[in-house]
């Protein structure tokens, strides 16, 4: 009702973007069923399309992504009653753009602001602020918080590999032992 919800959510996704710079763009998914994680529903995305740092494309790449998987797989991937968006209005109405794309119409949309703790809903051009200590609020704030931790150790894990390679990496014809040999050299 705080939210003005079509339904109770018994399935949420949240969604976020994590990189340093626009480098390594990755996007997450986290899924709650009942209000438990459900860790197997997990996604992570790679940004593909671009590159450089715009939370606007990304989270409009990542939801068109995951919204085609909606109509082509809908047993592995069945509908959310709510998606979160980790951000602010902004955020919040480039994916709304990709909803009206898809005709997306049966799914509730909102985003959770970091900064002042601030929901953001689709029919309310206002910020609803919830006492922080609103269940609602602790809810969101946990899932949130889950998307977040869930990107960046996938922005880490991505960044942690392109750290580790050389130019050698590429040359054809050029196996481990000589590598290992001309980078000693």
């Known amino acids: 009702n705080l939210l003005n919800l ?11 973007i994590s990189n340093i710079s626009g480098v390594d763009s990755v996007g997450s998914m986290v899924v709650f069923i009942d209000g438990q ?47 979160i968006i980790d951000g602010s209005k902004g955020q919040l109405s480039s994916v709304k753009e990709v909803f009206d794309q898809k005709q997306i ?29 609103d269940y609602c609020l602790k809810m969101l704030q946990r899932i949130r918080d889950e998307a977040h931790r869930f990107a960046i150790t996938y922005h880490r894990s ?21 590598k290992t040999a001309l980078l000693n050299r």
């Open 158 to 178: 991505l960044r942690g590999k392109r750290a580790l390679t050389s130019v050698l990496d590429g040359v054809k014809g050029l196996g481990k032992v000589r």
């Open 105 to 133: 119409e049966d799914i509730d949309l909102i985003a959770l602001a970091e900064k002042n703790e601030e929901v953001f809903t689709l029919d309310n051009p206002q910020p609803i602020i919830l006492e922080k200590r």
């Open 37 to 83: 994680p459900d860790f197997n529903s997990y996604r992570r995305f790679k940004i593909k399309t671009f590159e450089g740092a715009d939370d606007f494309r990304a989270h409009q790449e990542m939801m068109a992504r995951r919204l085609d998987r909606l109509v082509s797989d809908t047993e592995k991937f069945p509908k959310p009653d709510l998606i």
């Open 6 to 16: 079509s339904d109770v959510p018994y399935k949420i996704e949240c969604y976020d």
